[in-house]
């Protein structure tokens, strides 16, 4: 296996996941405390001795060593989980056993516990997220706070608190098969919004954001690799993530500028994730389940399987928005829609449209509200009126690469007739 | 040419995060292949722990963390590396990754008759 720029961070999170098991997580700070000495341990040898081929492997052994003198010291004092104490009582089967937890099998059950776990749907949205990526994704509170925009303490002070909220319940990591499926639907939207907080989220550390993006993909390809899990829901939430991220690299040109999909680049979207999503779409279509993420990643495969913008089937997209905003309300599905009728039916038919939205109040703070205006009116032949839209979408910009597409559609306008 | 080693000094990386780990690491692992590169490395060395060691300072066998008062000033590594003269070791010290890192490197000549 070949180590990529996050390696160290995902082999964190799977020793996490499986020491948690083993330990408990009412003693989750022992988990992290082995996890942190064993990477402590690989990085002061292998800043040396290079990256070995097989790290995943050794790491696992370093963790599972580490495992078994914790166990031999504190054998006698201290409780673990009924099985893991059944499995150590005696010397003998005590390195057998430990080895059969840190299987292959065992470690994706781990991570997928630990992914259930930390969507403890009496937690809110925000903690879910903090704690998948602090677990499942390897990133410090330090880390987590840039993608979120918050400060390191605020972060802190949230993660203890769910932590002790998860302590607090019993059987966590032995979620029963009833527990799974109703836990399912919160999974998913933990995902959702980590994908969408790695896609929009405003001002924040690019690197860090395409990372979020990324483990939201890997997270969710994990669940659909797991027989209970892969609903047709599961699915159509993975054929989302991959067909919006196969469109990231062309989301910023060559110059570090800001893409509206129209202008993209489409020879720069990722082909292998668009076909992948493709995929996932039709199967997803096999349930009964009708959810918004079906809807949006059905749009989002329109999109993807457009040769260009012009191509683009605008009427079944005005469709799908429709069924969009019967599922899911709200002014920005509406504002899409509106965006959409335009290609459809003519910018005058779009403006109506945008006209039209109800609780447009609630899109006041959002730059890409004026901006559409702005494009409609810019359309229309309107290119004064177009300017003083993108003027006032330039006011609400709310990081420098949004202010830098706002200000190149200002000067759009004042150089057309 | 005269040989030299190098002794990294460090503070702990307790606190440091994965993806920190991994980013020096790599930073690390670079900067040997680029010594190696320009002929430059004759031994590079090894890598030692922060913890379970220390300086034994007399025959009652007494032991102290360091030979100076702080405990980052521990050493976490040697190798031996080539140079024509002080001044040319003292270059390739410096494009060490351990200046970000709060570390520094003792660079000692290697006596010979």
Redesign the interface.
Known sequence: MQPD?????R??ARLLAALTRIFGVKRSTLAEDVV?ET???A?????????PEHYSALLMTAAKNRVLDVFRRERTVRKFAPEVSRLIEEEWTMEPSVEELFLPEALRDDELRMMFSCCQPRLKKDAQVALILKNLC???V??IAGAFLDSPAAVEKRLTRAKKALAGSRRLFELTAADFAARLATVHQALYLLFNEGYHSAGADATVRIDMCREALRLVRLLVGHATAATSTTKALAALICLTAARLPGRVDEGGNLRAILQQDRSRWDRSLISEGLELLAESASGVELTAYHVEAAIAGLHASAESADKTSWGEIVSLYDALLTLRPSPVVALNRAIAVAHHKGPARGMDAIRAIRGAGRLSAYPFYPAALGELELRLGRAAAAAGHFEAALRLARNESERRFLRERVTACQAAP | MSEFVFLYRNPPASSLSPQQMQDRMQRWNAWFDDLKRRGALTDRGLPLQHDGGGVVRDKAGTVSDGPFAETKDIVIGFSVVRAERFEGAVALASTCPIYDQDGFIEVRLIARL
């Open positions: 720029g996050a390696f160290f961070r082999e964190s942190q990477l402590t341990a990085f002061e040898a292998w800043r040396w001795a290079g990256i390897g990133l410090s330090e880390e």
